[in-house]
């Protein structure tokens, strides 16, 4: 397979990758989940200033995409639980070499860096 | 440094990062000077579909934001070489685990899966 076939094949989903993890709130809620957040309010709790309606939003989507899964079980009141699948748990890892980059080398705008 | 303290301080770098990556086009110019493209006209045939202005623009934002180096050499005519800075190497780097997890993981709508 030449370069550019191989770019190609892996370019969607890598696009798709990207829109995942940098949609906004998503990478905080997938890293409040890595370190053991599973219920809807710990996450709320976890993930400051993100709104119940957009929590709420971002799991479903989290769910579709196939990275979180929602456990429900039927006691009264119901109990739900949220956690990462395999794939989602693997995500989680492979945001981190991005996170460190982000850390060491990308330039905040002038206003947002640290004092 | 608490959990929601340390996420609002990574943030910001982090989409900064993932805005930088996921922006059409970037991650594949990236990896063609990866590769080892370094002029313009390499460039253009390694990354099909990307027209001259757009790889023109892409460029000096990545030069912008200081993972790509150009350099100019005063010959007639002029020759013009594009480089990963040391931040831009390290970016390619960090970009790998998640087009791995990607190509792992990442599904396609229905009509752009491989047969």
């Known amino acids: 397979m030449s370069f550019p076939e191989a770019l190609s094949r892996h370019c969607p989903r890598f696009q798709i990758a990207i829109e995942l993890?940098?949609?906004?709130?998503?990478?905080?809620?997938?890293?409040?989940?890595?370190?053991?957040?599973?219920r809807y309010g710990e996450l709320r709790d976890d993930v400051p200033g993100?709104?119940?309606?957009l929590l709420?939003?971002?799991?479903?989507?989290l769910e579709e995409a196939g990275v979180v899964a929602r456990e429900v079980t039927?006691?009264?009141?119901?109990?739900i639980r949220y956690t990462l699948t395999e794939s989602g748990a693997a995500l989680v890892e492979a945001m981190r070499p991005l996170m460190a980059w982000a850390d060491q080398?990308?330039?905040?705008?002038?206003?947002?860096?640290?004092?």
């Open 56 to 61: 709420a939003q971002r799991l479903r989507e």
């Open 74 to 79: 039927p006691t009264t009141p119901v109990q």
């Open 50 to 53: 993100l709104s119940e309606r």
């Open 105 to 115: 080398w990308a330039a905040l705008p002038a206003d947002q860096s640290a004092t």
């Open 21 to 38: 993890v940098g949609r906004r709130w998503n990478g905080v809620i997938l890293l409040a989940l890595a370190r053991g957040a599973t």
